[in-house]
Structures are given as structure tokens and as C-alpha cells.
């Protein structure tokens, strides 16, 4: 089954194409990882997925979920920490992003999300740590925290941007233990990523993306030498200020 579709999308920032006739599938219960050189759309792609831009062609289409069903965690840098919150409540706005429950979470959060987000906290290592502000925290335990956040979504669908960068390597293995977690538990994982090794290792599917996609299928496949050196070569002859892009349709659930 067929958890979300690609539907020949095109993308663009400041309407100059960013993304271009991008065409494909993410399989339901599939892990796959989203390659490619700096400036190839690959962040961009994330965002259309999760409706923070719409397409000026194409379409993403949903089959097995519904997008309000995903959990999606953008770069780090892209989140302010300097906001004062602890770290129980930052996890426990997962628990408010599942579906329908917003009007609950403003009514206060029962006891038992409160065991749930104490229980996903010490599955990333950080128990004990409930009462502390985001502020005082180390990149990777910030980031532990924010995959605590998905664990209590408990989403079908979980979408990550660069989740790995500029985090140690013991934190590092440990989230990745919790994406083969999701793996076994049969959700859809889809990741921005720059490591070729933890790309084979823990993702079946990759996705080369440099601007247009180069290769789509089995991370062995995909992850070849003339496919990384096409993928280079496309995105140094990438014309930035290629033709306007008139956005015809939108994006759809």
C-alpha cells in the first residue's frame, strides 16, 4: 500500500523552481531517506509533504494516512529554545498534535499524558529531566527531546529534517535505535540526510534528489557512484534564475 504520492511536483522560493516534476511513492510501513548536495530542494520537499508551502504544479496525494496523522521535526536551527518552557511540557505538545485534541491540550493535560511524555523521556535517555528549560540543554539532548515529542505523537507518518547534524555520536545511535523502533512498528520514516552509511544501514528506500530526482528505489540501488556524481553535476549547472513558475495547483489530502 501506497502511504503518500508524488505527483509530478514542482516547487519554488521567490517563484523559481526549487523542486522540479518530482514523481514517485512512499510505500506504507517503508523507510526512506532523502539525498542529495546542498540547495538540491531537499528541505523544501519535507515542507510540501507537511503543507507549510503548496506546489505550483503537481500535487501530493495521501492514501494510507491522512496528513494530519504525520509528525514532522524540522532542522534544529529552525526551532527557538530560547522560549521559556520545560522540557515535560515541550514533550507533551505531541500529545496536544494528535488529531482533534487541541481544544483538549488548552483545557489542561490529563495525568495520563503526563506518564506517557515521562515514559517517552526516558526512552531517550533524558528521565529526570522533566523540569528543566529547553534553554539549559545540549544540542543532542534538545534532540532527544524533540523525538520524545514524536514518540507521544504517535504518528503513522514521521517526517525528519536533518535529524543527525551536529549532534554526538552516542545520541546519534540512540535515535536511530528509535527510528528501527518505528521501523518494526510499521510507520512510515522519511529523512533528510547527509550520512551515505547511516542511509544503507537503517533505510531501505532512498530518494536522490538535485532539484529533479536523479534516483528513486533501493538505497543499494540508488546510492551509486555515477548517481552521486550525476546528482553533483545537476546541481552545479542548476540555473537559479531559471524561468517563473505559475503555481495551477494545490496541494491535496
Known amino acids: 500500500m501506497t502511504a503518500l504520492a508524488l505527483e509530478n ?29 546542498n540547495g538540491a530542494g531537499k528541505s523544501t520537499l519535507l515542507k510540501a509533504i507537511v503543507g507549510l508551502i503548496s506546489p505550483d504544479h503537481g500535487r ?11 509528525a514532522y521535526l524540522p ?14 511540557d515541550t514533550i507533551l505538545l ?14 489542561g493535560t490529563s495525568h495520563a499524558d503526563r506518564e506517557r511524555a515521562a515514559s517517552a ?23 532527544r527531546v524533540l523525538f520524545a515529542r514524536i514518540l507521544l505523537q504517535d504518528a503513522p507518518l514521521i517526517l525528519l529534517d536533518e535529524p543527525f547534524t551536529a549532534i554526538d555520536a552516542r545520541t ?14 510499521g510507520r512510515t520514516v522519511i529523512a533528510v540526510l547527509h550520512d ?33 556524481l550525476r546528482a553533483n553535476g545537476m ?5 537559479p534564475d531559471a524561468a517563473v513558475c505559475h503555481r495551477d495547483e494545490e496541494i491535496t489530502a
Open 9 to 37: 511536483l514542482t516547487l519554488s522560493y521567490q517563484r523559481h523552481p526549487v523542486v522540479h516534476h518530482v514523481s514517485g511513492t512512499f510505500r506504507l510501513g517503508s523507510s526512506t531517506a532523502i539525498v542529495g548536495p
Open 121 to 143: 523521556l526516558g526512552r531517550v535517555g533524558l528521565a529526570g529531566f522533566e523540569d528543566r528549560p529547553v534553554s539549559a540543554l545540549s544540542s543532542g539532548q534538545f534532540q
Open 60 to 70: 501530493v496525494s495521501f492514501d494510507g494516512i491522512a496528513r494530519g496523522q504525520l
Open 75 to 88: 532542522q534544529q536551527a529552525n526551532i527557538e529554545r530560547q522560549f521559556p518552557i520545560s522540557v515535560l
Open 172 to 185: 546519534t545511535n540512540d535515535l536511530l535505535q528509535i527510528v528501527e523502533h518505528w521501523k518494526l512498528e
Open 196 to 228: 551515505f552509511d547511516q542511509v544503507r544501514q537503517h533505510f531501505e528506500q532512498t530518494l536522490l534528489l538535485a532539484k529533479e530526482c536523479v534516483a528513486w528505489g533501493s538505497s543499494g540501488e540508488v546510492l551509486t557512484r555515477d548517481n552521486l
Open 235 to 239: 546541481a552545479e549547472n542548476w540555473v
Open 94 to 107: 505531541g500529545a496536544a498534535n494528535e488529531a482533534g485534541r487541541w481544544q483538549r491540550w488548552f483545557g
